[in-house]
Structures are given as structure tokens and as C-alpha cells.
């Protein structure tokens, strides 16, 4: 267990919809990074926040969103869903800077 | 920004042999490379991690080596089991409060018994 947690763990939904992922990160990290893993596709990072700041973007559609709230935890928030969009979508956390702790991700599939 | 190149993307090899993942990179300020192992359907874990003012770092039966020159970093496995097959990941960074890291497409190494 990395300390980081997702909710939920799955989610299935239409195309169009609107989902939101939760993340924690773990006790006094800073940073929170979202990927998204397509099946038997790598990491691609989409974007990373840093005590409640946008950090670093990466391959973020418009239509995906993201904030990260006071208390450090995090939401990404995923619209007009297509069905391209369903994969695995992982939050990892961070203290500082380099080591990232992934949480158990969320598996999203539409329909 | 950072590219990392990864090979091979499949590595087949017998139980108690060595395995060897390679990646590059090409920012020349990265000075941060972890490696994350991602079993089937779990999340990527860290299994060693080196920063640039080491050549060389192990644990156990995995070492990581690092040539700053040439911009490429390994990961080497020996003695194989087959609890070892999962998809690697390498990353590279910059340690610094934007710690955002660039990973590599990742390897499938499969361990036969």
C-alpha cells in the first residue's frame, strides 16, 4: 500500500457523461500527478499539481480538467466522455519532487 | 522537454538468467531516474531509483547504472524468477519543486520457468 488512494476503484459510464476521479495523496506530500494508461499502452501523464497550483501540463484534452483542493487531494474531472476515454487513470503523489508513490488507480469504462 | 526512449519493449528470457532494460534521455538537467515495475492490472511501484552524482546503485539482485555522458541509464536483473515478469518503467527528471517526470513506454519482460 502506497498511501495514496483513489476513489472510485471502477466507474462505467456513457458516452457524453461527466465523471470526476478523486485522489489522496499520502500524509505531506505536495504534489499530485494524473496518468492515464490505455490497455497495453505506457504512462501518459496529463498533468500535475503542486500545493494547490498547476505545476506541469502534459497530454491533457480540453475536455479533461483538474484542481487540487486545500486540504491537498485532488480531482480529475472527464467530460463529453468518448469512448477513447475509457483506460486506467492513476494518481501518484510526491513530497517534494522526484519519488512519485501511484495510487491503485481507477478503471474507467464507457459505454 | 524531455523525451525517454526505452528498449527492448518485450524481453523474453529463461529463470535465472540476467535481463537488461536501457533507456535514454535528452535533457541534459535531468539528474533524477527511478524505475517502477507495473504488475498486470496494479499500479507502478518503485523498485530502485538513482540520481546523477551516482554511477551505480543495487539491491539485492537489481542494480541500476547511469553514464551522464552519454545520457542513458539501465536496469539489470539477475537470476530471474518468474514472479520478475511485469511491465518496467523507466522516468527521468529534474529534482527540483516541478518534479514532473517523463517516462518510457515501458518493457514487458516475461521470466520462463
Known amino acids: 500500500d502506497s498511501g495514496v488512494t483513489q476513489t472510485p476503484k471502477h466507474l462505467i459510464t456513457a458516452t457524453g457523461q461527466r465523471v470526476t476521479l478523486r485522489c489522496s495523496p499520502r500524509s505531506g506530500d505536495l504534489s499530485v500527478y494524473w496518468y492515464q494508461q490505455s490497455l497495453d499502452q505506457g504512462l501518459q501523464f496529463l498533468i500535475q499539481?503542486?500545493?494547490?497550483?498547476?505545476?506541469a501540463k502534459g497530454n491533457i484534452l480540453e475536455r479533461f480538467s483538474a484542481q487540487q483542493f486545500p486540504d491537498l487531494h485532488s480531482e480529475l474531472n472527464l467530460s463529453s466522455l468518448e469512448l477513447g476515454d475509457s483506460a486506467l487513470y492513476f494518481c501518484?503523489?510526491?513530497?517534494?519532487?522526484?519519488?512519485?508513490?501511484f495510487g491503485p488507480g481507477t478503471r474507467l469504462t464507457v459505454l | 522537454g524531455e523525451n525517454v526512449e526505452q528498449h527492448p519493449s518485450t524481453l523474453s528470457v529463461q529463470e535465472g538468467d540476467s535481463a537488461v532494460i536501457k533507456c535514454t534521455y535528452s535533457?541534459?538537467?535531468?539528474?533524477?531516474f527511478p524505475w517502477y515495475k507495473q504488475e498486470l492490472g496494479k499500479r507502478p511501484q518503485l523498485i530502485i531509483d538513482?540520481?546523477?552524482?551516482?554511477g551505480e546503485k543495487k539491491d539485492q539482485r537489481i542494480a541500476v547504472t547511469l553514464n551522464k555522458t552519454a545520457k542513458h541509464f539501465s536496469l539489470h536483473i539477475t537470476e530471474t524468477q518468474p514472479e520478475d515478469s511485469a511491465v518496467y518503467f523507466c522516468?527521468?527528471?529534474?529534482?527540483?519543486?516541478?518534479?514532473?517526470?517523463?517516462f518510457g513506454d515501458g518493457t514487458t519482460l516475461t521470466v520462463k520457468p
Open positions: 522516468a527521468a527528471s529534474i529534482s527540483t519543486n516541478a518534479g514532473k517526470s517523463t
Open positions: 501518484a503523489s510526491s513530497r517534494n519532487t522526484d519519488t512519485q508513490y
Open positions: 499539481y503542486y500545493n494547490g497550483e498547476e505545476r
Open positions: 535533457d541534459s538537467a535531468s539528474n533524477y
Open positions: 538513482i540520481r546523477s552524482n551516482v
